[in-house]
């Protein structure tokens, strides 16, 4: 019998509506399609009376969405597993390495951690390639199948090993003793190699991260296509790199090394529930879940007290609550506290890798671009251009004729000077010098000054610079760890906005909306 079940079926204060509610929440994240509330009574085991509450409650949280097909996970589900990352210092101790990993070589670095029988990833940067695995921040994969997991599984203690190798079923491909004698050399060498292993084509390469007392708490790996590295190459060449990387993400995890390796404090994302609670929301998911989400930065552990106040509970509520979800696996005690698992990624953060930045980025737009009457953007950098990624526009009777994937001369824009006033000194003149276009003829001829301008003051202005009559504000938008993936504009035509109104009342309002975007700006979106 499950350890849950167990629980279950001998503690009184075990909440029972709470496992099933994350049931429901786990079959949607498994399924791309949408779901009827017969699918998750299917799917779950429960009546359709009790699938429709529970679909119905999460849609109150903000974490489904009820379409003509069915209901589907929605972007604010993402809460859920952000709490897991943001609570844990080692994705943020390990991006910047990672990314270092990933210019040096040219492949896709990644950090995993192990939790029960399964590897996951816990960071990831993936290199600029046409074919490669299809992973991101969240996926499990089980441990004995990668080189990630069989340095993992060499930290375990013997009994605990053995454990886990005999709940191994042998089968083609499958061998329990050759995992044992991986998992050995792994030990041994401290390092390991899984040659097209998992998945037919991938050569993947992976080290131990280890904390001061010598546990292997995380692992380091580097995955790249069969064709264009060597397994030879894997081991005199990657091998020493991820052996460096490691050593200095753990380097930055220790006090000693100037504090946290933290990033931009995020605030909590915001909640997508409906401003009206309905009758049937099942009040012990929602408690649940507050308690899931309540950890981040300045919360990564806490004990019954903390979480009580933070999610306004009785403590003796809050007491059933931490018990189940600790039985569930959802939460590891530490001392008298309580810290996430990865096993809450597994409660939609697998909807990441199906999401663009304009699926998440749309109600925040629309509500600044009504609250402002304006046409809000949010674009990137490609190449010498702005290109138009999310957009949402007020009524108005004029028409802005941009829609998402347009390109505009970047210099010519809000956004496009933002984004290349922080570009490095080579780069940008390696945009001036092969773009062709002559800023000295088309009202720029004071670029690099203007350039310099929007760095020290952090936002940029246009008046009718791209087009008559249009003038835009412009803001960097962050992500949680400081770095700037985007920017966002706000467009007006000069005939309905004063000129003073641009940066008094619109710039204000896009630098606030550009600090509650920092959650929504995750590793994995597609831009």
């Known amino acids: 019998?499950?350890?849950?079940?167990?629980?279950?079926?001998?503690?009184?204060?075990?909440?029972?509506?709470?496992?099933?509610?994350l049931s429901v929440l786990r079959a949607f994240s498994a399924r791309e399609e949408a779901l009827s509330v017969a699918d998750v009574a299917s799917l779950v085991g429960i009546t359709r009376t009790a699938a429709r509450r529970f679909a119905l409650t999460l849609e109150y949280l903000g974490y489904a969405g009820l379409s003509a097909e069915g209901?589907?996970?929605?972007?604010?589900?993402l809460?859920?597993?952000?709490?897991?990352?943001?609570?844990?210092?080692?994705?943020?101790?390990?991006?910047?390495?990672?990314?270092?990993?990933?210019r040096e070589v040219g492949e896709t670095a990644s950090l995993t951690v192990l939790h029960q029988r399964r590897v996951y990833y816990a960071a990831r940067v993936a290199a600029d390639r046409i074919v490669t695995a299809n992973i991101t921040v969240g996926t499990s994969i089980a441990a004995h199948s990668t080189a990630t997991g069989r340095v993992l599984l060499g930290g375990l203690a013997p009994a605990e090993l053995e454990e886990y190798l005999s709940s191994i079923e042998p089968g083609p491909g499958v061998d329990p003793d050759y995992v044992r004698d991986r998992i050995e050399g792994a030990r041994q060498r401290g390092w390991t190699m899984a040659d097209q292993e998992l998945t037919p084509g991938i050569r993947s390469v992976a080290v131990p991260l280890y904390d001061p007392d010598g546990r292997i708490i995380a692992a380091l790996n580097i995955a790249a296509h069969a064709t264009r590295v060597d397994a030879r190459v894997l081991e005199t060449d990657f091998v020493p790199l991820l052996q460096s990387a490691a050593q200095r993400t753990a380097a930055a995890l220790r006090p000693a090394s100037g504090g946290s390796p933290r990033g931009v404090l995020a605030p909590t994302a915001a909640s997508g529930r409906a401003e009206v609670r309905p009758s049937d929301v099942i009040q012990s998911v929602e408690r649940g879940l507050c308690i899931l989400t309540a950890f981040d930065e300045s919360h990564p552990a806490?004990?019954?007290?903390?979480?009580?106040?933070?999610?306004?509970?009785?403590?003796?509520?809050?007491?059933?609550?931490?018990?189940?979800l600790?039985?569930?696996g959802y939460l590891e005690q530490q001392g008298r506290n309580y810290a996430p698992t990865p096993l809450v990624l597994e409660l939609g953060y697998s909807l990441l890798s199906r999401l663009s930045l304009a699926d998440v980025a749309k109600p925040r737009l629309e509500a600044l671009a009504r609250r402002l009457g304006a046409s809000v953007s949010i674009g990137v950098l490609d190449g010498k251009d702005v290109r138009y990624v999310a957009r949402?526009?007020?009524?108005?009777?004029?028409?802005?004729?941009?829609?998402?994937?347009?390109?505009?001369?970047?210099e010519r824009t809000a956004m496009g000077q933002v984004l290349?006033?922080?570009?490095?000194?080579?780069?940008?003149k390696e945009i001036r010098d092969y773009s062709g276009r002559d800023t000295e003829t088309n009202g720029l001829e004071n670029l690099d000054d203007t350039l310099a301008t929007v760095r020290q003051q952090g936002w940029s202005y246009v008046d009718q610079l791209l087009e008559a009559g249009i003038r835009a504000v412009a803001v960097p938008l962050r992500n949680r760890r400081g770095e700037v993936?985007?920017?966002m504009s706000a467009a007006v035509h000069e005939a309905t906005t004063p000129d003073r109104d641009m940066t008094k009342n619109f710039l204000p309002a896009l630098s606030g909306a550009a600090s509650e975007f920092v959650t929504d700006l995750r590793d994995g979106l597609n831009i």
């Open 326 to 328: 600790a039985s569930l």
């Open 302 to 324: 806490m004990n019954l007290a903390q979480l009580s106040e933070r999610c306004q509970l009785p403590r003796s509520a809050a007491r059933r609550f931490v018990l189940t």
């Open 71 to 77: 209901y589907r996970l929605a972007p604010g589900v």
């Open 392 to 410: 949402a526009s007020a009524p108005s009777p004029l028409i802005v004729n941009i829609r998402p994937g347009t390109r505009v001369p970047a």
């Open 420 to 428: 290349l006033s922080l570009l490095p000194t080579d780069a940008l």
């Open 79 to 102: 809460a859920i597993g952000d709490a897991y990352l943001r609570s844990n210092p080692l994705p943020d101790a390990a991006y910047p390495h990672l990314k270092e990993l990933v």
């Open 1 to 21: 019998m499950p350890a849950a079940a167990r629980v279950a079926a001998t503690d009184p204060d075990y909440v029972d509506s709470l496992e099933r509610g």
């Open 485 to 487: 993936v985007a920017a």
